[in-house]
């Protein structure tokens, strides 16, 4: 038992090698740095949870903004993965919606640097974002109210990643509901950007 304990702490110390596993190690550190404090998280603290020294977070990803933009970038990257399996907006809403209930560090950060902006200039949602709607956007027709349906859809996901324990609390429903709800809201946000001749 102790060896087994032992074998578990020894493996959480091991510094990452290797230039992908730096990178992998810091770009998930820094994520979590930055949803719980924005851009004032360390690299130091980030240095620390990725187990490298701050030298490597220079070397690889140079000044903190550098580093904000590459992790905004990473976690867009895997997003548009998971959409390339997707053959409509609804099933690609879906499988964002349900994405994002299990990991919401980067809609967390980037409210953290919506909120840190002068507010005059576009926020890192309007740039950041891009690819993702982008290739949402591409699997339907551009009919009307299509981009407005879209943007009330992708405003729950955004909403729910941060919200969602307030909500679920607000209308007294138990953390056993939870998946129950989940399910649901990701099919009625399917349906939100459904257009009306397709679910007729």
Same mark, same amino acid.
């Given at each position: 038992?102790?060896?087994?304990?032992?074998?578990?702490?020894?493996?959480?110390?091991?510094?990452?090698?290797?230039?992908?596993?730096? =990178?992998?190690?810091?770009?998930?550190?820094?994520?979590?740095?930055?949803?719980?404090?924005?851009?004032?998280?360390?690299?130091?603290?980030?240095?620390?949870?990725?187990?490298?020294?701050?030298?490597?977070?220079?070397?690889?990803?140079?000044?903190?903004?550098?580093?904000?933009?590459?992790?905004?970038?990473?976690?867009?990257?895997?997003?548009?993965?998971?959409?390339?399996?997707?053959?409509?907006?609804?099933?690609?809403?879906?499988?964002?919606?349900?994405?994002?209930?299990?990991?919401?560090?980067?809609?967390?950060?980037?409210?953290?640097?919506?909120?840190?902006?002068?507010?005059?200039?576009?926020?890192?949602?309007?740039?950041?974002?891009?690819?993702?709607?982008?290739?949402? =956007?591409?699997?339907?027709?551009?009919?009307?109210?299509?981009?407005?349906?879209?943007?009330?859809?992708?405003?729950?996901?955004?909403?729910?990643?941060?919200?969602?324990?307030?909500?679920?609390?607000?209308?007294?429903?138990?953390?056993?509901?939870?998946?129950?709800?989940?399910?649901?809201?990701?099919?009625?946000?399917?349906?939100?950007?459904?257009?009306?001749?397709?679910?007729?």
């Amino acid at each position: 038992m102790d060896s087994e304990k032992e074998r578990d702490q020894s493996s959480a110390d091991e510094r990452p090698q290797g230039r992908d596993a730096v =990178r992998s190690s810091i770009l998930r550190a820094a994520r979590v740095r930055f949803a719980r404090e924005g851009t004032r998280g360390s690299l130091r603290d980030i240095a620390a949870a990725a187990r490298v020294n701050v030298g490597l977070i220079h070397r690889h990803f140079g000044r903190k903004d550098e580093l904000v933009q590459e992790v905004i970038a990473d976690t867009l990257e895997q997003g548009v993965k998971r959409l390339d399996s997707s053959t409509s907006a609804p099933e690609a809403i879906q499988q964002m919606f349900l994405g994002s209930t299990g990991n919401t560090d980067f809609v967390r950060m980037l409210a953290w640097l919506a909120l840190e902006g002068d507010g005059d200039s576009p926020g890192p949602l309007a740039s950041a974002q891009q690819r993702v709607i982008g290739q949402v =956007r591409a699997m339907s027709p551009q009919k009307p109210d299509h981009d407005l349906r879209l943007m009330a859809a992708l405003t729950v996901i955004f909403g729910w990643s941060i919200f969602s324990q307030e909500m679920l609390s607000a209308f007294d429903i138990e953390p056993s509901g939870r998946e129950d709800i989940e399910r649901r809201l990701a099919e009625l946000l399917a349906h939100i950007v459904t257009e009306p001749s397709e679910s007729a």
